[in-house]
């Protein structure tokens, strides 16, 4: 019974935030997902009604998101062909190159400010350098599948403060990320853009209408007297984290022979799971594509399995942020949400019309959303400056994803700097950090300038 509490009540919050995104027009102008206020009025019932709330109720949410994130990453390759290497580079190479610089570039601001003022000033722990990226970049699922990281470096307000600063990045990216469509739309960048009042009355609610043409929400290659088509997919992506499982395990065993200066580090202990489910997920669909197996596995059917573990990841993890920890460091938040901020800005108006020969807003748009908050936030902003898809960003942005997120943005740097930072120190992965943005930059001079 405890089982059926706890996922009835997140499922009962997750209804009510659409209810309250459909009924509010102020929440449907911010874009925010149900499951962010939802997540949120979850919160602010646990913090005013907690000790009358039944346990049961939230039984398993604080170890939600760790499981689920490892799901979504599983699914980031399974179902995709990947195109042939030499003509996608054509097509994203300055996108993949503004990404990274812009992804580095929090760590340069994250941990410039940290150790430079709130470090000396508030005495923080230099931890609190990596929430930038982790929490702007990476998003609520990053900060989830860190938890156990968290935990094991002895900084477990991490997973409360990486929460609220992945929801003060996908506010922010929504409200900042709209204020400048509208002012490329009024200095002629822009020519069409989408606005909320341009679609009609069921869309402004949120639900397609019953006359248009609704979208598939994935194809059944399995006939059900077999097995379920949605189990089958489901059971895939299982495959795909139990193999990174069956990684991490396999890293943590050749942990002893390795050289000791490296171990002190302890950077294999502290990589969380998702990274290593990201690989399995990798390493299965090339299996399939080897064996001819991957015909029988829908892209569309694993999106929704990665979409509908996202919204119950956010809902969970927002529900369960611990106020106590925030409100002891807000002041610190405020200035690195600022910070990551305005850096993301600079990138967006300064970089991005250098780094880009055609169509530079809207490229640097979609980056400047999941900069901000996750990658559908960049997909929301880029479907606003470009509703009719004329321009090449969506296809270049989608197609960076491939490279971008295996390393940034909850890939394998964005676990290994927490571990780096702790043993090592803030400097050195801030001069890491430096060093990065000018190999990038030197590969778009070289490569892609002309």
């Given at each position: 019974?405890?089982?059926?509490?706890?996922?009835?009540?997140?499922?009962?919050?997750?209804?009510?935030?659409?209810?309250?995104?459909?009924?509010?027009?102020?929440?449907?102008?911010?874009?925010?997902?149900?499951?962010?206020?939802?997540?949120?009025?979850?919160?602010?019932?646990?913090?005013?009604?907690?000790?009358?709330?039944?346990?049961?109720?939230?039984?398993?949410?604080?170890?939600?998101?760790?499981?689920?994130?490892?799901?979504?990453?599983?699914?980031?390759?399974?179902?995709?062909?990947?195109?042939?290497?030499?003509?996608?580079?054509?097509?994203?190479?300055?996108?993949?190159?503004?990404?990274?610089?812009?992804?580095?570039?929090?760590?340069?601001?994250?941990?410039?400010?940290?150790?430079?003022?709130?470090?000396?000033?508030?005495?923080?722990?230099?931890?609190?350098?990596?929430?930038?990226?982790?929490?702007?970049?990476?998003?609520?699922?990053?900060?989830?599948?860190?938890?156990?990281?968290?935990?094991?470096?002895?900084?477990?307000?991490?997973?409360?403060?990486?929460?609220?600063?992945?929801?003060?990045?996908?506010?922010?990216?929504?409200?900042?990320?709209?204020?400048?469509?509208?002012?490329?739309?009024?200095?002629?960048?822009?020519?069409?853009?989408?606005?909320?009042?341009?679609?009609?009355?069921?869309?402004?609610?949120?639900?397609?209408?019953?006359?248009?043409?609704?979208?598939d929400a994935g194809k059944q290659t399995v006939y059900s007297d077999s097995v379920d088509s949605l189990a089958f997919h489901i059971a895939v992506v299982g495959l795909g984290v139990l193999i990174g499982y069956g990684l991490k395990n396999l890293c943590?065993?050749?942990?002893?022979?390795?050289?000791?200066?490296?171990?002190?580090?302890?950077?294999?202990?502290?990589?969380?799971?998702?990274?290593?489910?990201?690989?399995?997920?990798?390493?299965?669909?090339?299996?399939?594509?080897?064996?001819?197996?991957?015909?029988?596995?829908?892209?569309?059917?694993?999106?929704?399995?990665?979409?509908?573990?996202?919204?119950?990841?956010?809902?969970?993890?927002?529900?369960?942020?611990?106020?106590?920890?925030?409100?002891?460091?807000?002041?610190?938040?405020?200035?690195?949400?600022?910070?990551?901020?305005?850096?993301?800005?600079?990138?967006?108006?300064?970089?991005?019309?250098?780094?880009?020969?055609?169509?530079?807003?809207?490229?640097?748009?979609?980056?400047?959303?999941?900069?901000?908050?996750?990658?559908?936030?960049?997909?929301?902003?880029?479907?606003?400056?470009?509703?009719?898809?004329?321009?090449?960003?969506?296809?270049?942005?989608?197609?960076?994803?491939?490279?971008?997120?295996?390393?940034?943005?909850?890939?394998?740097?964005?676990?290994?700097?927490?571990?780096?930072?702790?043993?090592?120190?803030?400097?050195?992965?801030?001069?890491?950090?430096?060093?990065?943005?000018?190999?990038?930059?030197?590969?778009?001079?070289?490569?892609?300038?002309?």
């Amino acid at each position: 019974m405890i089982i059926v509490q706890s996922f009835c009540t997140l499922c009962a919050l997750l209804l009510v935030g659409k209810f309250l995104r459909s009924s509010l027009p102020v929440l449907r102008k911010l874009y925010l997902p149900s499951a962010v206020i939802g997540g949120c009025v979850g919160l602010a019932v646990l913090t005013c009604f907690g000790p009358r709330i039944p346990s049961a109720c939230t039984a398993g949410w604080k170890e939600l998101p760790g499981f689920l994130i490892s799901i979504v990453f599983a699914s980031l390759f399974l179902g995709v062909k990947l195109p042939p290497m030499r003509g996608l580079w054509k097509l994203t190479g300055s996108q993949l190159c503004y990404g990274q610089i812009c992804a580095w570039g929090q760590y340069v601001v994250g941990l410039g400010l940290t150790l430079l003022l709130l470090v000396p000033f508030f005495g923080v722990s230099p931890l609190f350098g990596n929430l930038i990226e982790i929490g702007f970049e990476g998003g609520h699922g990053t900060v989830g599948g860190l938890t156990e990281t968290f935990d094991y470096l002895g900084w477990k307000e991490g997973k409360d403060l990486g929460f609220t600063m992945a929801t003060l990045g996908m506010v922010l990216g929504i409200m900042v990320g709209m204020i400048l469509i509208n002012w490329a739309l009024r200095k002629g960048i822009l020519k069409n853009i989408r606005r909320l009042e341009d679609a009609d009355s069921l869309e402004q609610l949120g639900f397609y209408s019953p006359d248009e043409d609704r979208p598939d929400a994935g194809k059944q290659t399995v006939y059900s007297d077999s097995v379920d088509s949605l189990a089958f997919h489901i059971a895939v992506v299982g495959l795909g984290v139990l193999i990174g499982y069956g990684l991490k395990n396999l890293c943590l065993a050749c942990d002893p022979y390795l050289p000791e200066s490296i171990r002190k580090l302890y950077i294999l202990q502290g990589l969380p799971l998702f990274a290593f489910a990201m690989i399995g997920g990798l390493i299965l669909q090339r299996l399939l594509v080897l064996t001819r197996l991957d015909r029988f596995v829908d892209h569309g059917q694993i999106q929704r399995i990665a979409g509908a573990s996202l919204d119950f990841l956010v809902l969970s993890a927002v529900a369960t942020i611990q106020l106590g920890f925030v409100a002891a460091h807000w002041l610190p938040l405020l200035i690195l949400a600022a910070g990551g901020t305005l850096w993301n800005l600079f990138a967006l108006l300064y970089l991005a019309p250098r780094l880009f020969k055609v169509d530079w807003f809207e490229r640097a748009i979609a980056e400047f959303g999941q900069m901000m908050g996750v990658t559908a936030t960049g997909l929301l902003l880029l479907r606003t400056a470009d509703p009719e898809n004329k321009s090449c960003a969506q296809t270049a942005f989608g197609s960076k994803q491939l490279f971008h997120e295996p390393i940034m943005g909850g890939g394998l740097w964005t676990s290994m700097a927490l571990p780096l930072v702790m043993n090592l120190g803030g400097w050195p992965v801030f001069w890491i950090s430096v060093g990065a943005i000018v190999v990038w930059c030197v590969i778009w001079a070289l490569f892609l300038r002309s």
